[in-house]
């Protein structure tokens, strides 16, 4: 999303502020004190609300006069004094780490409507439960009827599209992330197949195809298309492709619209649809695409040679920015692109990687240093960058 977006704004993860842990369901009442210091300029979500409240000309409303470790124990407090259950004081619920809550035992689900029906109605017209719903049926829905009922899928492999886009591919939960959450981390980059995204191929899919393990292949339909390196697995259907959602999106060229992700996000392949004309449910987890080999499997560390190459053409790289240096590798780079990271360096860098590949296509980039200067023109500064 931040590269779609005019203005950056860094915020701290979960590890760079305090909190609290809890739900309805749950027996514990969780302290989270944050367990580092926020990273470079990145700020807490409060204290940024907080600026730009200030800015607008109303902070003291939004703030009302606290931060946001004082609101926590005002929450905790006006929390405290409703119970009518005993809880120690805030300062000392923060120094224990967690508060266990009474629960009750024996409860099931709609037990009082079952014991007595009319006395206990369900919020439904007839007060029952309701296989058939009339105000439903009423609304004539050709996608959403009364009663539960079949529907062909607009994509599936019984459907004519299949014709065209024979592979039924499945965007699961990844299990290296949750959703996008630290894909730059190095559980997640371990997973990844020369840079790209894995996407999981039934040995028969994948051998009429000439594909092997660690190809890079492009992944696409009508929509869209992106880069994924093939994992070969016997545990899929035939027929079916497996790719998780959550890797990082980044387009061949950001200023186009219709680019190609060569990272892997299946979200350039999917319809913006929702499940019917009643509820918009997320349709994103199935699709039908083609794949397409892009570059055979190479030895580890290289990467493809199409467009947005995102192979190591120089060992370090550094970016004079404002008086500042800044100095860091390739690898530095997969580890800290992304919204946490100052996007003129994230920018710079995409620079610098096609600037070297466009001189020196065959082989490693001479010495040089360019001059780049960016979308982010307020800063009234270039960056300088040069490989070393």
Not at 40 to 56: G, I, M, P, V
Not at 209 to 224: A, P, Q
């Amino acid at each position: 999303m931040a590269k779609h977006a005019d203005i950056v704004v860094p915020s701290t993860t979960a590890f760079e502020r305090d909190d609290y842990s809890g739900s309805r369901n749950d027996p514990l009442l969780m302290a989270m004190p944050k367990l580092a210091e926020p990273y470079a300029q990145s700020r807490n979500d409060y204290t940024t609300f907080a600026a730009l409240a200030e800015a607008l000309g109303f902070g003291d409303q939004f703030t009302e006069g606290r931060t946001a470790r004082q609101w926590l124990a005002h929450l905790y407090d006006k929390w405290a004094v409703g119970l009518d259950f005993a809880v120690p004081a805030f300062e000392e619920f923060w120094r224990r780490g967690r508060l266990r809550l009474p629960i009750e035992n024996g409860l099931t689900l709609l037990a009082d409507f079952r014991a007595d029906p009319k006395t206990h109605r369900l919020n439904t017209p007839s007060g029952r439960i309701e296989i058939f719903s009339a105000d439903i049926d009423g609304f004539s829905y050709d996608d959403c009827a009364g009663h539960p009922k079949w529907f062909e899928p607009s994509e599936w492999l019984g459907g004519p599209r299949a014709a065209r886009y024979p592979l039924h591919l499945l965007a699961n939960q990844p299990a290296t992330r949750l959703h996008s959450q630290l894909d730059i981390g190095a559980v997640s980059q371990k997973s990844k197949v020369q840079g790209r995204e894995p996407i999981r191929m039934h040995p028969a899919d994948a051998a009429a195809r000439g594909l092997v393990n660690g190809d890079v292949v492009r992944v696409f339909n009508d929509r869209g298309a992106c880069l994924a390196g093939v994992v070969v697995d016997d545990r899929l259907r035939h027929d079916v492709v497996q790719l998780a959602t959550g890797a990082w999106f980044d387009p061949a060229d950001p200023a186009d619209p219709d680019a190609m992700c060569v990272h892997g996000n299946p979200n350039v392949l999917t319809d913006d649809a929702g499940t019917s004309s009643l509820a918009r449910g997320c349709t994103g987890a199935h699709v039908l695409v083609q794949v397409g080999e892009v570059q055979r499997a190479t030895a580890a560390g290289a990467g493809a040679s199409a467009a947005g190459d995102r192979r190591t053409v120089t060992d370090a790289l550094a970016v004079e920015e404002c008086g500042r240096t800044i100095t860091f590798t390739f690898d530095d780079m997969m580890r800290y692109h992304g919204p946490h990271s100052p996007a003129g360096v994230a920018m710079a860098f995409k620079v610098m990687q096609r600037a070297f590949a466009a001189l020196s296509p065959d082989g490693a980039p001479e010495r040089r240093s360019i001059t780049v200067r960016t979308a982010f023109s307020r800063t009234r500064c270039a960056r300088r960058i040069r490989g070393g």
